[in-house]
């Protein structure tokens, strides 16, 4: 079991948008593997921008207190995007069963 997981980080150690496998230039953010070039290319908010957001939120909750925070919203948007990406990859691989048997 030990020799297998070493095998299966091996294999998907590169940067997961260009493929880099250059250790020294490679980050693990949230268990993906991205290269330094790509962070930059990824548009991170800077936290002043993230507390924009946040105050921006937290108005509009004031008025409206059934409103989402910045945070309930991010988790929100990152529960729906799961849902999609799975549903997106079970019709493609369903196409790609399909296939095989046409
Ligand atoms: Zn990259």
Redesign the pocket.
Known sequence: MKSKRAIVHKQNY???????TEKA??NDMYNYV??????T?LGLYHDETIKKHMASFQRAKDMNPEKLSYEEEVNHRLIAMEKDYISKRIKLLHIRERLKNL
């Open positions: 590169s940067c997961f948008r260009c493929g880099e230039s490679l991205v290269c330094n070039a790509c962070v290319k």
